[in-house]
């Protein structure tokens, strides 16, 4: 059951330049979409989110696009900050339909060198 | 900043054992959750919690796994005979407002069963 896709498993870029994550999901019915962080012994960290009325929602160096037709989204990180190394996970929800759950991707690691 | 807390870090027990997992949400929030991680795999709903019953569950969330709200802090996740495939990292999240899935999670629970 993939219904959320995170294709890369990881992705290496340098400070100060543009990170892009992906994400692909198969469900339709899903009507809100969101990104969290996590580091290493800790939990998800919510990042940013958009709902499927949208297609794009910024919070400071954080954007995230949403293109319904090609059930595609993607996590733009500008610019890029070694802090911001971590695992990204995209997650979906039909909270339209009334379900209360996430369903998540994989997760791509993200390393930002110095 | 509020955090949702977890205990323990870590536990090990021996198969057919019973376990329960601890977590204390953000005392406002009023809806809580246990998702799952199992290692290399992706993060999956278990169940959802609010007004003191269960208003989702997954496949997962079979007769072995029951949640109690045993108090006004504490928000727990029982599982009656563990199997070897219960092995995993179990998280906890809580959130004020239904459908506000940027929910805060714990830092997790690493069960190991032996």
């Known amino acids: 059951d993939q219904q959320v896709k995170q294709n890369s498993p990881s992705l290496s870029v340098q400070e100060g330049r543009i990170s892009i994550l992906n994400c692909d999901y198969t469900?339709?019915?899903?009507?809100?979409f969101l990104w969290y962080k996590k580091y290493p012994a800790e939990g998800p960290t919510f990042l940013i989110s958009?709902?499927?009325?949208?297609d794009k929602n910024e919070d400071g160096r954080f954007t995230v696009f949403l293109n319904k037709s090609a059930k595609h989204l993607s996590l733009h990180i500008v610019p890029s900050q070694p802090g911001d190394s971590a695992v990204y996970f995209c997650?979906?929800?039909?909270?339209?339909?009334?379900?209360?759950?996430?369903?998540f991707g994989k997760g791509t690691k993200l390393t930002v060198n110095p | 900043e509020p955090e949702v807390t977890q205990t323990p870090s870590h536990q090990v027990t021996q198969m057919g054992q019973e376990v329960i997992l601890r977590c204390v949400p953000i005392?406002?929030?009023?809806?809580f959750y246990w998702y799952r991680q199992i290692l290399g795999q992706k993060v999956e709903f278990l169940v959802s919690?609010?007004?003191?019953?269960?208003?989702?569950k997954s496949e997962i969330f079979d007769d072995q796994f029951s949640v109690e709200r045993p108090d006004g802090s504490n928000f727990t996740l029982k599982i009656r005979s563990t199997k070897l495939e219960d092995s995993a990292m179990y998280f906890c999240?809580?959130?004020?407002?239904?459908?506000?899935?940027?929910?805060?999670f714990g830092s997790g629970t690493r069960l190991t069963v032996v």
């Open positions: 999240a809580s959130s004020w407002r239904q459908r506000n899935y940027g929910y805060t």
């Open positions: 469900n339709s019915m899903f009507d809100y």
């Open positions: 958009i709902s499927s009325i949208k």
């Open positions: 997650a979906a929800s039909e909270g339209g339909g009334g379900s209360e759950k996430l369903v």
């Open positions: 005392s406002n929030h009023l809806y």
């Open positions: 919690f609010y007004n003191n019953e269960i208003s989702e």
